[in-house]
């Protein structure tokens, strides 16, 4: 039996929301297979009464609710879905913690009880031990980071499990542990794996049992050093950009930084260029910041003489070599949020993240790098009608759409994230 996705337009999607699909940059043939991957449709186990989740998890629901939005919640008007999740927060209390990432639309961020990365989100959830309830606005993988970070009685939830992550989904278990096998057959070599955290959590339980750690696009060097002072090599999953942009700034050559292609006999590489290697580079990036190129840097600059250009290191090497400033979204959040009236910034990243900047500091010049729609479509899926349907079946004592991680990856998952923690 299949659970259905919900077949009725989204109310809420806007223009930008309903073109998101053909904005977004899916030039290859793999982004095309990945973005499908994402938004399959949830299998439904009829015997376990457990829908099958993400590599290592299950998303568990209660039985007689499925991964559909209940039409009920489709009409409502912004001023109802407003009252009522306003209504099932105070019901709910200290009882729930609603969480919301830099990325998540307006309408959606603005219930949230704490705004932030993932990992930032995940500490503050789980330092709320009173709060048994954790509804997470952002996408799959940082539902599974609370989760793993989470108490055993607090229970994590996604208002839509449709919300993934494509750059997640490009490194599975399978080929990462026929990769691992290959590395270290051709080299001999100590390798280290570190895995950026937008991965799933079978991934983080790999890094962990293979003795590599977790990193964040502010730690990534930091893990990386570690790494390397602990083997021969690294491998670095599954963002490609970052682990170059990172291993770049640490000093390492280009050609000593080889992409591993997963589709590829031997990851495309040669037995020489292994053994050359330092860092093995996963062959995956997020969709939204390599749309960024460096063209948009150029017209920004002719455009607006002296504006500064700052980018996410998720951007490609080219475009963060051109830019002025290079770091985490905490990094741009706290630069812009401490740059002086009058500042002028073009900002390489996810474009609700730049709006809201521009809108909490008017009397700054704040610009997208691209003027082209730059959004995360995936986690766009989570929508006030989906916040409102979770929390009040909460209310009514119905658990939707919990994300919760099997215990074994659970473990191996938090052991590579603690020794980010250490390491840090």
């Known amino acids: 039996m299949v659970a259905q996705g919900s077949t009725t337009p989204n109310p809420s999607l806007s223009k930008e929301g309903n073109h998101a699909a053909i904005l977004m940059r899916r030039g290859e043939a793999e982004d095309h297979e990945v973005f499908a991957r994402n938004v399959r449709l949830v299998e439904w186990n009829a015997h376990s009464q457990r829908p099958v989740g993400y590599n290592g998890v299950r998303s568990k629901m209660a039985t007689a609710v499925l991964n559909t939005l209940p039409e009920l919640y489709v009409g409502l008007s912004e001023q109802e879905l407003e009252e009522r999740i ?96 290959e590395l270290n057959g051709a080299t001999g070599a100590k390798i280290v794996p570190v895995t950026y955290i937008n991965s799933t959590a079978a991934i983080k339980a790999f890094v962990g049992r293979n003795g590599g750690a977790v990193c964040t696009s502010s730690n990534a060097r930091k893990l990386m050093e570690w790494a390397l002072a602990r083997g021969e090599k690294a491998l670095f999953l599954p963002d490609e950009h970052l682990g170059r942009n990172t291993g770049y700034r640490m000093g390492i050559p280009l050609e000593q930084m080889a992409v591993w292609n997963p589709r590829e006999e031997a990851g495309g590489l040669s037995g020489e260029e292994m053994r050359k290697a330092r860092i093995f580079l996963w062959k995956g990036h997020c969709s939204v910041h390599l749309r960024y190129v460096p063209q948009h840097v150029e017209r920004a600059r002719r455009a607006h003489p002296g504006i500064r250009v700052i980018a996410h290191p998720e951007c490609s090497w080219e475009v963060c070599q051109m830019a002025d400033e290079v770091g985490s979204t905490e990094y741009i959040v706290k630069r812009i949020e401490e740059s002086p009236a009058g500042s002028e910034w073009a900002v390489g990243t996810e474009i ?73």
Not at 145 to 162: E, K, R
Not at 388 to 417: H, I, Y
């Open 352 to 424: 609700h993240l730049v709006n809201r900047l521009a809108a909490e500091h008017a009397d700054r010049r704040i610009i997208p790098l691209d003027d082209c729609v730059c959004m995360c479509s995936t986690m766009y899926r989570i929508s006030p009608q989906h916040l409102c349907w979770t929390l009040e079946s909460v209310v009514e004592g119905q658990v939707v759409n919990q994300v919760e991680v099997e215990a074994e990856t659970k473990r191996w998952a938090r052991v590579a994230l603690e020794r980010m923690l250490e390491n840090s």
């Open 86 to 181: 306003a209504a099932a927060k105070a019901e709910l209390g200290s009882r729930l913690v609603i969480l919301g990432h830099h990325y998540q639309r307006d309408e959606v961020v603005k219930f949230a009880d704490f705004r932030g990365d993932s990992l930032k989100l995940s500490q503050l959830a789980a330092a709320r031990p009173e709060a048994r309830y954790i509804v997470f606005c952002g996408v799959h993988f940082m539902a599974e980071s609370a989760d793993i970070l989470s108490a055993d009685h607090q229970i994590v939830m996604l208002p839509d499990l449709n919300a993934g992550c494509s750059m997640a989904d490009m490194a599975e278990l399978e080929q990462v542990e026929a990769c691992w096998e």
